[in-house]
């Protein structure tokens, strides 16, 4: 098993980019130009690699190497945007990867590119990429062209050195499951287990019982031997359950409007441990959006844009408002699910505002809001 946190080192300490990996500050996948330049590093990186994985580090400072870490992001459907728009697409994986030092919400982007050996290609435009367009890497320089490309092996030697030198042992294990508990006060549980004696997974959460329901929120979880964060949430509610070699997350959503609530299944994550010694993820959209009162929503909706008109001329707003505050997103959210016009729009225009906020509750609330509409529109 490779030790991601250590082959992220060698990888930063091996040199400048190259034609094997790259590395980013962040990426946006939320705009046409975003996912065209993604799109752009994740073909140049496959047809430079026919023979062997690639990488791109996201959450470096560039110019001195700095580690600064980024958002957690679970878009486990990222390989649909890939299939897309990419002919020969490769698999690609995005694993989170926890820093020590880091703040407790701040994890590096490790994305692994595996090799196909096929000449990979836009299949249609996207921004300024027009279909057909070829791009791979001179050095730590993203080319393209449009004719014929022959694909060369340069790397395989260099990128199996540095994974093996990336392989996990006891020492790390140990390391990692005692980091784990250290980061982790009582009150959140921290909690191990072995899977197929070969996986160490540790989770935490606050756990509390609803009815007849036990929910965990601010759920931390981590496979320890990859050191790779499969789930972080600073808000939601969560099931656990698990077997001898399954480990199922049933991730929960509270929406509210007026009276009326209610907790939503919003996502399962099954984590199914092989003999092999490898292990599948597999997830499952559970979500349902809620319908309410169309008079009820304008209502709601109309409450939320004096509150953003407030925040943008910087006037005060009463105790009320405040309370509505914290419910901002989500309530546009419940509004971009009923179909409300321009909902959306009003949301992504509140973000600057949310979070300049010094509570960042608001701010946490409005990245849950869009995470789930994200979800949402993958389905």
Same mark, same amino acid.
């Given at each position: 098993?490779?030790? !991601? ?42 047809? +430079?690699?026919?023979? %062997?994985? +690639? ?35 490769? !698999? ?27 000449? @990979?290609?836009?299949? !249609? ?16 320089? +993203? ?25 996990? %042992?006891?020492?790390? @294990? ?94 399962? @994550? ?12 597999? @997830? ?37 408002? !405040? ?53 949402? %529109?993958?389905?």
């Amino acid at each position: 098993m490779i030790n !991601k946190r250590l082959l992220i080192k060698n990888l930063l300490a091996y040199n400048d980019e190259n034609s094997f990996y790259d590395k980013k500050e962040r990426v946006s996948l939320d705009t046409k130009e975003g996912k065209a330049k993604f799109l752009k590093h994740i073909c140049a990186l496959s047809n +430079s690699n026919p023979e %062997n994985n +690639s990488y791109i580090v996201i959450g470096v400072e560039d110019q001195f190497n700095k580690i600064e870490g980024v958002d957690f992001f679970d878009d486990s459907k990222i390989q649909n945007l890939i299939n897309s728009y990419l002919e020969n697409p490769p !698999k690609v994986q995005y694993e989170n990867i926890p820093f020590p030092r880091l703040p407790k919400y701040k994890v590096v982007g490790l994305v692994t590119i595996h090799p196909i050996n096929n000449v @990979t290609y836009l299949k !249609k435009t996207i921004w300024k990429y027009v279909k057909g367009r070829i791009f791979f890497r001179r050095g730590s320089n +993203s080319m393209s062209t449009l004719g014929k490309f022959e694909l060369k092996n340069t790397n395989k030697e260099i990128v199996e050195s540095l994974e093996k030198n990336a392989s996990n %042992n006891i020492e790390l @294990t140990l390391n990692g499951v005692f980091d784990f508990f250290n980061r982790h006060k009582e009150e959140f549980n921290p909690t191990y287990k072995v899977f197929n004696e070969q996986f160490v997974l540790c989770w935490a959460g606050q756990k509390k019982i609803v009815g007849d329901k036990i929910f965990y929120s601010r759920v931390d979880i981590e496979l320890i031997n990859e050191q790779v964060r499969l789930f972080y949430s600073a808000l939601d509610d969560v099931k656990i359950e698990f077997n001898k070699q399954s480990f199922i997350i049933t991730e929960y959503v509270f929406l509210r409007i007026n009276e009326e609530f209610d907790y939503y299944p919003l996502e399962k @994550t099954v984590i199914h441990f092989k003999e092999n010694g490898k292990h599948d993820i597999a @997830t499952e959209l559970l979500f349902q959006p809620p319908q309410f009162e169309k008079s009820v929503l304008h209502h709601v909706y109309n409450n939320c844009n004096t509150i953003l008109n407030k925040l943008k001329k910087n006037l005060p707003l009463s105790e009320i408002e !405040k309370n509505d505050l914290e419910e901002l997103a989500t309530n546009y959210m419940i509004c971009v699910l009923n179909e409300i016009p321009k909902a959306l729009i009003k949301l992504k225009e509140a973000k600057l505002y949310l979070k300049n906020l010094e509570d960042k509750t608001s701010y946490i609330k409005y990245k849950e809001a869009v995470r789930i509409l994200r979800k949402v %529109n993958y389905q």
